[in-house]
């Protein structure tokens, strides 16, 4: 089983079995429909031929299947991902998401190796799109951007590990920061640029680290990979035992070489863009950073007994005096900086000691403040070195790999904001999976049954919700009215959040307080909060640091604030965080989301062990029980029908030029039943299952109120199969519609030459007979010598210029008549004939572009479908009424008068026989003789109060009858009048429906029909041949309307170009105003 959809039965215990007994065979990866769980194996997991599970022959494997034909695999979910931007066109996202050591980090390398591996074959897989849109010179340039990007990323993942990753007591390789990454594609799918966003980098650690945990990977790799020289330049002991924010008893990892390591780093920060010079800067912070960390500062006295910190140990001093200068900075003016500051005091400066706790905490600012810009250095150098022109973006893909939930002995502040991130993902996931799916399910009139679940808004409101006094607004302003106190924040902690059950209050006084996360209880100390929340890094230390002789620390701490903003308070951490996951979410919700959700197996690393009641735990507060229980009910694929005509239209005669129904739904509907239409079935794939609504099928379908639904993925890859599969034809299609176009423009400019030349000629010819005739005048040297200038100037604008196909069709021929009036008669007789050898071209060149050819070729009814939109044939009503815009979907719509089935319902040919009776042989009708039926169909009627009503118009030979048709095999009268009272009809220029009558005597008749081309034609048709007069029709943007008895009304139509469709209001009670968009 690879899917847990088709688990036995849906709850917990099933589940967790199923999981267990895959990872237990070796099978770490399984689907949830198309959501993807990960169990981390810790180990590489390798094919029965040796090679990992993640080699090249997997890419090729997973590349080009649909989702459903796939084992559970990253790839299969990158893939997915690659197929749905390259078929939709919409933008696309990977979360990788679970608790710390899940193993998201890895599964992020590995679909992004996939998405960068399979974006260089695009071009191979779109050969004929990419060799028709883009020249020899693009594709090259696209081809190096592609593997240059690639060549970057791929870079970038050791270099950021080194600097953001760290051991921890879960994880050997703990991520520390968040990271999105986004690949953005060309319109061939090749990944021509990207950039990376880092979000809250725990820049504690450089500080402290718990027990078992290490630094970040950066510094021990610097001291165990350092050459000698660099040592003697950074001032390097042997032994990472020196430093005190190294001092953890174990410094190493078992199996991992950091000195190997380093040389790899360096070797891809080289790949990605960093210079020799620059990486020598970035390890000599790194060294000053270890020497601050050395600094010790002893609690002495000034003159005046106030408290003031010392650097006084021989080991303090020469730690400060190696850190001042690989900064840059002078030793006298960096013991100044962190011992005491300058204060601005009714506009006196005013030194203020620090005492050694506060000194302690200014060095401990520098060194995290110092970490960070280097971190954020180096994301933004590599954003650089893959920016590309917007213009040239068509979609992007992102990847999230961001810090799992945690839970430690002690949860400090960076917990607090980890768990935060990891609530708010978890919110997007219950949001975009159950809580929307299961609403639009009832939106659309779907028969469903509500699958409860725990919506975790509430406990994202405890910690962020201002008007709930939430966890961080409330350390926000304990820091802003400078309270420091733990016990005070506590305390106000209990009093606003007591009743919260999601919220633990301690059962002893002390700094602690608990939250029940979606995904347990953690207990959380505050004592370092203030410390994290609030940043020591005054103005005089930005100041310092900008002075300093060191340029790579000047253009780290390069501050591009204005003076105002300085003056500001900056914003807290908390905030600072809150805004940028905000912003993330925001880039997440604007995309199709695509979600891998890993599990840690157990708590000891160990490779292929699992333990269940873990398991368990992670199933239960990931929701992956609810979320079976709507894919086990729900839909794999929805769509709006307009859209969806749209894709498919041409997989059926019945919707491809245009739709025979006269609504979408209905449109679909007779799509999806075309007769060999279907699903192949997967167990004889000679059969087809036919697609059919409300079934237990693979073919099963559904229809909504505005959408509709394909129960399996099988459905939908048909249709796409299907239609790849049409796409060439369709494109030959419309080729050849362009070519003919083009031809019938050069067709123009051929006849306007061909006129110009004959005239020319035939002047010159003409006078050539008057002299042979002896015809008084004609040998007037200066008439000759104007009629010969005259075609010299033809022929020369006409044949010397070199910039058409035209010329040089005509130049042969030209050329040879050039000579025509220097020979004598029986010369030019001979020339002539060969001259109007151009007639003859002409009238083949005519022939062949205006599509007889084309013509010969088609089937009788391809030709009747295609011969308006793609021969340009044009109708007697857009030659009369070329003031008015047509619609696009009604340029080639077959007329069929009866839209109704008069045969269907014999009352609508009775009430015409009771008005024909006794009439005479008026209007070409003898007594008793059957009338024709013109029209009939569905319209809305526009009353005098703008009220639009349902009705009938039928027309016959001799009256226009408005029927009331409730039922529509019931019809009423509600007005009828003559043809023969008909005065003229109204409409406006914009493509819209409302047609006016205009009734001699009576009030006028405005009603909204689609078929209005067809409504007018027969009128007019019929008013000609009955009556001997033409049927005028009024276009204007502002007609009147006769709607009652001494009533004038307005009714006016404004163009509005980003409306799709037209839609009416009401302006005031004499004025109805109708807005029509882009149809």
């Not at 706790?357 to 933004?380: G, H, N, P, T």
Request: aromatic letters at 10%.
């Amino acid at each position: 089983m690879k899917d847990l959809l088709m688990v036995d039965a849906v709850d917990e215990a099933h589940v967790v079995d199923e999981l267990v007994t895959r990872y237990r065979q070796g099978h770490v990866y399984m689907f949830l429909g198309p959501v993807l769980i990960a169990m981390n194996p810790y180990k590489l997991l390798r094919q029965p031929n040796g090679d990992s599970i993640y080699a090249r022959n997997m890419i090729d494997a997973f590349q080009g299947k649909e989702l459903h034909l796939c084992e559970p695999h990253p790839f299969a979910l990158a893939e997915n991902a690659y197929t749905s931007l390259m078929r939709f066109g919409l933008d696309q996202s990977l979360l990788i998401t679970g608790e710390s050591g899940s193993g998201k980090t890895e599964t992020s390398k590995h679909v992004m190796r996939y998405l960068t591996t399979i974006s260089t074959r695009s071009r191979a897989k779109s050969a004929v799109i990419a060799n028709r849109r883009m020249s020899v010179a693009q594709r090259k340039e696209a081809d190096d951007m592609t593997s240059h990007v690639t060549d970057v990323l791929w870079g970038s993942n050791p270099v950021l590990e080194a600097f953001g990753n760290a051991q921890t007591i879960r994880n050997n390789n703990s991520s520390r920061f968040g990271k999105y990454i986004v690949l953005q594609m060309n319109r061939v799918g090749q990944v021509i640029g990207g950039y990376i966003d880092n979000y809250l980098l725990e820049r504690s650690r450089v500080i402290r680290q718990a027990e078992g945990e290490r630094n970040f990977h950066a510094f021990y790799q610097l001291m165990t990979g350092a050459t000698t020289a660099e040592r003697e330049a950074w001032q390097l002991p042997d032994s990472v035992e020196e430093f005190d924010v190294l001092g953890n008893e174990d410094a190493t990892i078992d199996g991992v070489d950091d000195a190997e390591n380093y040389r790899n780093v360096r070797e891809n920060m080289t790949a990605v863009g960093i210079t020799d010079d620059e990486q020598h800067d970035i390890f000599r912070q790194l060294a000053a950073i270890l020497w601050l960390g050395n600094v010790q500062f002893e609690q002495t006295t000034d003159e005046a007994h106030n408290p003031r910190a010392a650097i006084e140990t021989p080991e303090a001093r020469e730690a400060l005096a190696k850190a001042a200068g690989l900064m840059g900075i002078d030793k006298d003016k960096l013991e100044a900086l962190l011992t005491f500051r300058i204060v601005n005091i009714y506009k006196e400066d005013q030194k203020v000691l620090f005492d050694a706790r506060q000194a302690k905490k200014v060095c401990d600012s520098i060194m995290r403040s110092l970490y960070e810009k280097i971190f954020d250095w180096i994301v933004a150098r590599i954003n650089k070195n893959v920016t590309c022109k917007k213009r040239d973006i068509s979609n992007s893909i992102g990847i999230l790999d961001i810090y799992g939930f945690e839970i430690f002995e002690v949860n400090a502040f960076e917990q607090l904001c980890i768990n935060y991130v990891n609530e708010k993902l978890q919110q997007l996931f219950i949001s975009q999976t159950l809580e929307s799916e299961q609403e639009g399910y009832r939106r659309e009139g779907l028969s469903w049954q509500n699958i409860k679940f725990f919506n975790n808004q509430v406990v994202c409101d405890l910690i962020e919700d201002p008007k709930q006094h939430g966890i961080f607004p409330l350390l926000d302003e304990q820091c802003a009215i400078a309270r420091l106190s733990d016990l005070e924040l506590i305390e106000r902690y209990n009093s606003e959040h007591s009743r919260n059950p999601h919220y633990v209050a301690s059962r002893v006084r002390g700094p602690n307080f608990g939250i029940v996360h979606y995904a347990g209880k953690v207990e959380y100390d505050v004592t370092l909060f203030f410390d994290a929340n609030v940043d020591t890094f005054f103005n005089d230390l930005q100041d310092g640091m900008e002075h300093s002789s060191n340029a790579f620390v000047r253009e780290v701490f390069l501050d591009k604030r204005t003076k105002q903003q300085k003056l500001k308070r900056p914003p807290s951490t908390s905030q600072q965080f809150r805004t940028q996951v905000a912003d993330l979410l925001e880039k997440l919700d604007g995309c199709n989301p695509h979600y891998i959700r890993c599990i840690k197996p157990n708590e000891k690393k160990q490779p292929l062990a699992i333990s269940k009641e873990l398991v368990a735990e992670q199933v239960r507060y990931l929701g992956l029980v609810e979320n079976l229980s709507v894919r086990r009910q729900g839909f794999c694929y929805s769509q709006p029908y307009a859209p969806f005509i749209k894709r498919y239209s041409f997989l059926s005669a019945s919707t491809w030029p245009n739709p025979v129904a006269h609504s979408s739904r209905k449109a679909a509907v007779d799509l999806l039943t075309t007769a060999g239409l279907g699903v192949r079935d997967p167990d004889n794939k000679n059969e087809l299952i036919p697609f059919q609504e409300d079934s237990d099928t693979l073919g099963c379908f559904c229809l909504g109120r505005n959408k509709i639904f394909l129960r399996h993925p099988q459905a939908l890859s048909a249709l796409e199969i299907l239609r790849e599969e049409r796409i060439p034809a369709i494109v030959n299609i419309i080729e050849n519609a362009w070519r003919r176009y083009k031809n019938r423009i050069a067709l123009r400019a051929f006849s306007a030459a061909s006129t110009q030349l004959f005239t020319a000629y035939g002047a010159v010819w003409k006078n050539c007979q008057d002299r042979r005739k002896r015809v008084p005048g004609a040998a007037n040297k200066e008439h000759v010598a104007k009629i010969y200038a005259n075609w010299d100037a033809v022929s020369t604008k006409l044949l010397n210029v070199n910039n058409s196909r035209l010329v040089k069709s005509l130049k042969q021929e030209e050329e040879l008549n050039s000579v025509l009036f220097m020979q004598s008669f029986v010369q030019a007789r001979t020339q002539r004939r060969e001259f109007l050898t151009l007639k003859k071209a002409q009238i083949v060149f005519s022939k062949r572009f205006r599509g007889l050819k084309t013509r010969k070729q088609l089937a009788n009814d391809m030709w009747r479908s295609c011969k308006v939109a793609l021969l340009g044939v044009r109708t007697e009503f857009e030659r009369y009424l070329g003031k008015k815009k047509r619609r696009r979907d009604s340029l080639d719509r077959t007329y069929h008068g009866d839209y109704i089935g008069v045969n269907k319902f014999p009352a609508y040919a009775s009430i015409i026989q009771a008005h024909t009776e006794g009439r005479g042989a008026k209007a070409g009708c003898g007594r008793g003789q059957k009338e024709k039926l013109l029209f009939l169909g569905t319209v809305e009627k526009v009353n005098e109060r703008w009220a639009h009503q349902t009705r009938v118009l039928m027309i016959s030979e001799s009256r226009v009858f408005n029927l009331k048709a409730d039922k529509i095999q019931q019809p009423k009268e509600r007005r009828v009048f003559e043809l023969a009272r008909l005065t003229g009809l109204a409409m406006s220029t914009q493509p819209d429906n409302y047609l006016i009558f205009r009734v001699k005597g009576e009030i006028d008749l405005m009603v909204q029909v689609s078929q209005k081309t067809e409504v007018v034609q027969a009128l007019r048709a019929r008013i000609e041949k009955a009556y001997g007069r033409e049927l005028p029709v009024e276009f204007s943007d502002e007609l009147d309307f006769y709607a009652a008895k001494g009533k004038q009304l307005k009714v006016k139509f404004a163009f509005e170009r980003s409306m799709k469709d037209s839609e009416w209001s009401k302006v005031d009670r004499h004025t109805m105003l109708v807005k029509v968009g882009i149809i």
